[in-house]
């Protein structure tokens, strides 16, 4: 339907006035809404921590210690492995058949050997009557001692043989998760760039290494020297151990060793750590950070981390008076720990500070303060359950 412009022109003044006449009855605009949460005092852990990485507590390069081929892998990559268990096995004929030489001629040589003791023995008796002369029994008697050399050496090819044999099985010299295969069936190992088949490392229990600075270590060298002092089954489970997820891992970790030396490049100390690993969760070359409690800070003040904000260098947040007004306040800050923050000044105990809504806020505006409450940590879902978890079932 069309309008007429004449209409239009003659309507519009009392349209605008009827606006006019409805924004002066809307009245001033209600106060924002704020979360808020009271200040308390408690007793805040200070911590140390550092950045480091995990290691095995044992890592064995497996080599063959003979030159081969690879006949068979009797492992699963990556899986777990007993110490004495078996590893490759490389083709053994050829020294099966080096064995069997090397005692085919041991029993040759034991029975020369023989010989050569009885010749000995008799010419013994004849020097002694003066029937043959000393010359001659001076050489049966040598003849019969490189005898018994050569036999001894015999003896000890067999064992070499033997050695040979046994070492066509590839056996793990400790218990751990075994790696990939840097061997293929069919190749020659026991040289050049297949001379490590796989490595084999022992995670239960399994190292943490974590640099300190150097004004760190000094700060600390008596505790520590305290600490390596004792046996390390005496020694305190101090260190946490923060996984890439944020969980802090269940068991914590001993000293175990301090480096030698302070590494030039960054001026920090290499600190090992040692810490029980049952279910074999932690593996070698995991980033996690080490944590320590230093100190306990007494009757801090604490608020949630979200309410305060930062400008330009300085901290600062929002409190909601007994009016119900706003201030935003300067603060000065204390360690950090979980999702709380202390405040080492500027707030007292029992003031309201804003949680969310600071942006709204306006020095000496009233607001409406509402509590604030924690999130509910997030509950795991199918993909973050524990595998050994019973399957879901549904209700029919």
């Known amino acids: 339907m069309k309008i007429n412009p004449s209409v239009f022109a003659a309507l519009a003044p009392l349209l605008l006035l009827a606006a006019c006449k409805k924004d002066h009855n809307a009245g001033p605009a209600a106060p924002p809404e704020v979360l808020v949460i009271t200040a308390a005092a408690k007793d805040v852990p200070v911590y140390r921590e550092w950045v480091g990485t995990l290691d095995g507590s044992e890592n064995a390069q497996i080599r063959a210690r003979v030159v081969g081929y690879l006949l068979k892998r009797d492992y699963q990559e990556g899986g777990t492995v007993k110490k004495g268990d078996v590893l490759f096995e490389i083709d053994a004929r050829p020294f099966e058949a080096a064995y069997a030489e090397a005692k085919s001629q041991l029993v040759q040589g034991k029975a020369v050997q023989l010989a050569t003791q009885s010749d000995a023995d008799r010419n013994k008796e004849l020097f002694a009557r003066k029937v043959i002369s000393e010359q001659e029994f001076t050489n049966k008697t040598q003849q019969n001692e490189a005898n018994i050399a050569k036999v001894q050496a015999l003896q000890a090819t067999v064992e070499e043989a033997q050695l ?32 490590v088949l796989t490595t084999v490392s022992t995670v239960d229990p399994i190292k943490m290494l974590f640099p300190i600075s150097e004004q760190e270590y000094l700060e600390s060298a008596e505790k520590i020297e305290q600490a390596l002092a004792k046996p390390f089954e005496q020694r305190e489970e101090l260190f946490e151990v923060i996984l890439a997820n944020g969980e802090i891992f269940e068991h914590k970790g001993r000293l175990l060793s301090l480096d030698r030396q302070v590494n030039q490049a960054t001026g920090t100390i290499l600190a090992t750590a040692l810490l029980d690993n049952p279910n074999g969760l932690l593996r070698p070359g995991q980033f996690a950070r080490a944590r320590i409690k230093a100190m306990d800070l007494p009757a801090a003040i604490v608020v949630p981390q979200r309410a305060v904000a930062e400008l330009q260098g300085t901290y600062q947040v929002g409190v909601v008076g007994a009016d119900n007004k706003a201030e935003i306040r300067t603060v000065t800050v204390g360690p950090r720990f979980g999702s709380e923050w202390a405040i080492a000044s500027g707030l007292k105990p029992g003031e309201k500070v804003v949680v969310e809504g600071y942006q709204k806020l306006r020095a000496g505006a009233p607001v409406i303060p509402k509590p604030w409450t924690p999130p509910a940590p997030a509950a795991k879902t199918e993909a973050t359950k524990p595998a050994d978890a019973p399957p879901k079932t549904e209700a029919k």
Request: proline share 3%; with cysteine; charged share 5%.
């Open 164 to 195: 040979n044999v046994q070492f066509c099985q590839v056996i793990s010299p400790v218990n751990g998760i075994a790696g990939n295969a840097m061997a293929q069936v069919g190749d020659l190992v026991g040289q050049g760039t297949n001379a």
